[in-house]
């Protein structure tokens, strides 16, 4: 394995680094004014950043090689450092049309939807004219096991009867959020738990989708995505809108968390770096009983132990995103089940390390870092509980050895 980055990779990491530091950066504090007016609004000045963005080629900058006609045509190795800079600010991906939930949606339209669902919602998400949310995620049941999901999607003549209840659906609250893809279960009595359910295309103003109320995390209504808790109520949609085919929505799942576990990995990756060199600067800008914080034994062992842990978690997702490169996603789901519990939690021990290196400030809204926070905390289950990951990859390595 080769981590060198080329000159065109040098480049691209040169132009959004400098574009999150001269363009966005110093439009966060009316980014946030105009969103303290509207939450559930994309603020303006975000849209001005995407024009911009788009303007320099910095776009859709995910999508793998496969859909370059969609996008930059970068490799999964060659997108991990340029996530990871976005990691760096709160809003700097969805200025590059880089933010889940949309870039997971985006995905499974590119690689499992037809051609009128392409037309109909590739397209205006690749071009940044509207948001998506993924409901599959239920209150009622154990949904780090997909086969308990309990939303009904049944066939009436030409089209599918939908009814249920979805919590958490990042990005639903958005205004802009137009299209929903839900996993219901179509097949209930399938002798096969993994056929059984299947994903659809749902307009979020069909009659029948309830929002009822934006999740907290964290006492964050994390504006302007938020969080839904949404009802369908005999929400009927043309059966043209199934994904892929009937029983086809664990199969979609599959392909679609994959990718998505590692940008969260690689955005990940980012805060914690963030959160590093802030609190490197701090500590040489602090004084503590008559000496900068730097001369202390116990604030060193904890800038050391951080740059250890983030480069060891860095290399473990560059070789993830080269294993998927190379093997596919299917091949690679060790590595990725690997990194998906190793980079959330070194994050976490990072910010928290910054967080006490700053003291009072470090809790409040002066710095991102309990929003950094909060997000690597909250991705230890998003996209899979640590649990369900280990028990997995426990499971796929004692066989290796059977």
Request: charged fraction near 25%; hydrophobic fraction near 40%.
């Amino acid at each position: 394995m080769d981590f060198q980055y080329t000159e065109k990779m040098q480049t691209l990491i040169t132009q959004v680094r400098d574009f999150i530091n001269n363009e966005i950066r110093p439009a966060e504090n009316v980014y946030y004014e105009q969103l303290a007016k509207s939450p559930w609004e994309t603020p303006p000045i975000m849209d001005e950043l995407k024009e911009k963005a788009r303007a320099k080629g910095l776009w859709n900058l995910f999508l793998p090689t496969e859909y370059a006609e969609y996008s930059a045509g970068l490799s999964n190795l060659e997108y991990a450092p340029l996530a990871e800079e976005m990691g760096r600010c709160r809003i700097a991906s969805e200025a590059f049309n880089c933010a889940a939930p949309d870039t997971g949606n985006m995905e499974v339209l590119a690689k499992y939807g037809n051609d009128a669902q392409k037309e109909q919602w590739l397209l205006p998400l690749l071009e940044g004219r509207i948001r998506s949310a993924f409901a599959m995620t239920e209150p009622q049941v154990a949904s780090s096991d997909a086969t308990n999901i309990e939303t009904r999607i049944t066939e009436d003549g030409d089209d599918y009867i939908i009814n249920g209840r979805k919590f958490y659906i990042s990005g639903a609250m958005r205004k802009t959020c137009e299209i929903m893809i839900v996993m219901g279960k179509s097949s209930p009595d399938n002798p096969n738990r993994h056929q059984q359910q299947s994903q659809i295309l749902v307009p979020t103003n069909t009659p029948g989708v309830n929002i009822v109320r934006p999740m907290q995390v964290f006492g964050y209504n994390d504006a302007p995505e938020g969080h839904a808790d949404v009802i369908f109520d005999n929400v009927r949609v043309p059966k043209a809108n199934i994904i892929l085919g009937e029983g086809r929505g664990f199969e979609i799942a599959q392909g679609r968390l994959g990718p998505g576990r590692i940008h969260h990995c690689m955005r990940m990756i980012g805060a914690a770096q963030e959160a590093f060199e802030m609190m490197c600067k701090r500590v040489n800008q602090r004084e503590v009983f008559g000496a900068p914080m730097s001369k202390q034994g116990s604030v060193r062992e904890d800038i050391a132990k951080s740059y250890c842990e983030i480069e060891q978690a860095r290399l473990l997702t560059l070789k993830a995103a080269d294993a998927m490169d190379r093997s596919g996603n299917k091949d690679a789901k060790d590595l990725i089940a690997m990194i998906k519990v190793v980079a959330p939690n070194m994050a976490l021990n990072v910010i928290d390390r910054a967080i006490q290196i700053h003291g009072a400030v470090g809790l409040s809204q002066d710095t991102p870092l309990v929003h950094f926070f909060s997000y690597a905390r909250t991705l230890r289950l998003a996209d899979g509980p640590d649990q369900v990951h280990m028990m997995q990859l426990g499971r796929n390595m004692a066989k290796q050895f059977a």
